[in-house]
């Protein structure tokens, strides 16, 4: 079993809908990340969370520490977040663990 | 503020050749991180370094993979006797400290082929 498990792996929407990513991970962690890979291979770093929730435009990236489950949202899609979206936590040793990622392609 | 560089972006080389990957950290990162993506497949941690010191090097193969990362000059990955399945992508990552509640800022990536 991965420590880090996304859901879904792939996903299709269409152009304005709402957009949800699961991450669920099973090590101790001090935050939790959730990246971007754009289609170039590039990536971003979109959220570093430790409780809560964070907002960023029209990301949003919520955390249940004790459920050890976060989630990000994507409101109005758009084409332009296609994208593969990781999760990533940190152990206590300075390594990652890392979803495989989740494919999402926003059709217009 | 250049972020954390990398080069070279594309490199091809033909098996039992060397690849050498480098990496400039995001100015006052001192931490560095390596990753290998293969085809297909997530993101895999392969070796920590601050200045002159390997922290932790447990995703390393043990064999022909190499890291430093010297006090002047970038964080250098070396792949000696490259093999087919050395072909992936390997990012580069830095921070300003040790702690994981830190935001990492990644290169673009070096993506290397073995022919």
């Known amino acids: 079993k991965n420590e880090v498990e996304q859901s879904p792996q792939n996903l299709t929407a269409q152009e304005g809908e709402f957009i949800t990513i699961n991450c669920s991970y099973s090590?101790?962690?001090?935050?939790l990340h959730w990246l971007q890979q754009h289609p170039g291979g590039g990536i971003v770093s979109l959220f570093m969370?430790?409780?809560g929730k964070k907002k960023h435009g029209r990301l949003i990236a919520t955390i249940n520490i004790q459920e050890k489950h976060s989630s990000l949202h994507i409101t109005a899609s758009h084409p332009r977040d296609s994208a593969v979206y990781i999760c990533?936590?940190?152990?206590?040793?300075?390594?990652?663990?890392f979803g495989t990622g989740t494919s999402l392609t926003v059709i217009p | 503020n250049a972020g954390v560089m990398q080069n070279p972006r594309h490199l091809v080389r033909r098996r039992g050749q060397e690849a050498r990957l480098r990496c400039s950290p995001m100015?006052?990162?001192?931490?560095v991180y390596w990753y290998r993506q293969l085809p297909e497949e997530g993101l895999k941690f392969m070796v920590y370094?601050?200045?002159?010191?390997?922290?932790?090097e447990s995703g390393m193969p043990k064999e022909r993979f190499s890291a430093e990362f010297p006090k002047e000059g970038p964080s250098i990955l070396r792949i000696q006797q490259v093999v087919r399945g050395d072909s992936a992508a390997y990012f580069c990552?830095?921070?300003?400290?040790?702690?994981?509640?830190?935001?990492?800022?990644f290169g673009a990536g070096s993506r290397l082929t073995v022919l």
């Open positions: 969370l430790s409780s």
């Open positions: 990533a936590a940190p152990n206590t040793g300075n390594q990652f663990y």
């Open positions: 100015k006052g990162h001192s931490h």
């Open positions: 370094l601050q200045k002159e010191n390997i922290i932790d």
């Open positions: 990552a830095s921070s300003s400290s040790n702690s994981g509640a830190n935001v990492l800022t």
């Open positions: 090590v101790g962690i001090s935050a």
